[in-house]
């Protein structure tokens, strides 16, 4: 596909520098070429994306959010007030659940 949008692409920007058109017909062919070089690159953008291999799911291989440190996911921190995320981790670094050894 982007070979054949590359070779789209180069009739007409051919036909703009043989003509040397300056009217409607030279903007049409200007524009043509543009789109095709467009896609071309996309073209070839997507075959390179297709060759490279898809990432791992990180959130898999971490295991359960048990086991995660300290117990706190990223979403329930974000669903926390600001303060109440810091005070929840510190809490779970002592190990108290709330009771503070001060």
Do not use: F, H, K
């Not at 982007?2 to 200007?30: I, S, T």
């Not at 994306?49 to 300290?70: C, N």
């Amino acid at each position: 596909m982007a070979v054949l949008a590359a070779l789209g692409a180069l009739a007409p920007l051919v036909m703009l520098v043989v003509w040397r058109r300056q009217d409607l017909l030279g903007v049409v062919l200007a524009l043509l070429c543009v789109l095709m070089t467009m896609i071309a690159g996309v073209a070839v953008s997507a075959a390179r994306q297709v060759d490279d291999p898809e990432p791992a799911d990180r959130s898999a291989a971490l295991g359960p959010p048990e086991l995660m440190p300290y117990g706190i996911d990223a979403d329930t921190l974000d669903a926390l007030d600001p303060r109440d995320a810091l005070r929840a981790v510190r809490d779970r670094r002592r190990g108290s659940n709330g009771l503070s050894g001060r």
